[in-house]
């Protein structure tokens, strides 16, 4: 096994550090991770971690973007697809889209939530906000296309609509991190995410 990682390329072995990074960031916190224990992890030296990412924050940020990144990229074409289908059918689901690919790869949110506990570092704050400004700008674009197909009220403010459904997001956020017992259900999900869309309804 050892020798066939030696073999591997560099952008082989920089995917596997970061697969590998990503599950003990998940598994800690950021300031508990040593650079021994995500060397070990992967399999590699704490130079090469350094050769590929200079030090543990150039680390985390490359996990923070490369899998924020494909979870954005996995919920994008999922709510883009079905909303080409039936843009109101899916204002009534996105929520449960989320969750759904939330549940493909949970150490993401585990990750994003650690850059949230991190935000004092600029740089790392900038990584969290564009991934939840992305949510956003998604969210946003979905209603107001469906406000000019008439779909929900003219008068209603897109950007406060927007936050509602984000809101649920970041609740969604806390949930997973936190493991809430009887916590955000996909029953509960749709229910909420029916309330919202009646109250943006004509």
């Given at each position: 096994?050892?020798?066939?990682?030696?073999?591997?390329?560099?952008?082989?072995?920089?995917?596997?550090?970061?697969?590998?990074?990503?599950?003990?960031?998940?598994?800690?916190?950021?300031?508990?991770?040593?650079?021994?224990?995500?060397?070990?992890?992967?399999?590699?030296?704490?130079?090469?971690?350094?050769?590929?990412?200079?030090?543990?924050?150039?680390?985390?940020?490359?996990?923070?973007r490369e899998y924020c990144d494909r979870f954005f990229s996995m919920l994008g074409e999922r709510v883009q697809r079905q909303a080409e289908?039936?843009?109101?059918?899916?204002?009534?689901?996105?929520?449960?889209?989320y969750r759904e690919t939330i549940a493909a790869d949970p150490d993401i949110q585990k990750v994003l939530f650690q850059g949230v506990s991190e935000s004092r570092d600029p740089q790392i704050a900038n990584n969290v906000r564009k991934h939840n400004e992305r949510m956003y700008a998604l969210i946003y674009q979905l209603l107001e296309r469906a406000?000019?197909?008439?779909?929900?009220?003219?008068?209603?403010?897109?950007d406060v609509a927007a936050w509602g459904y984000l809101s649920v997001v970041f609740a969604m956020q806390y949930n997973i991190v936190l493991n809430f017992q009887g916590g955000l259900t996909d029953e509960t999900l749709l229910e909420l995410n029916r309330l919202w869309l009646h109250s943006l309804r004509p």
């Open positions: 096994m050892g020798e066939k990682r030696t073999r591997m390329r560099g952008e082989e072995r920089r995917e596997f550090i970061l697969a590998h990074a990503k599950k003990v960031f998940a598994e800690h916190s950021y300031a508990e991770a040593s650079t021994r224990e995500l060397a070990r992890a992967s399999d590699v030296t704490e130079p090469m971690l350094y050769k590929h990412f200079g030090n543990k924050k150039g680390l985390f940020m490359a996990v923070l289908q039936n843009l109101l059918e899916e204002l009534g689901h996105v929520l449960v889209d406000q000019k197909e008439d779909l929900i009220r003219s008068d209603i403010k897109l």
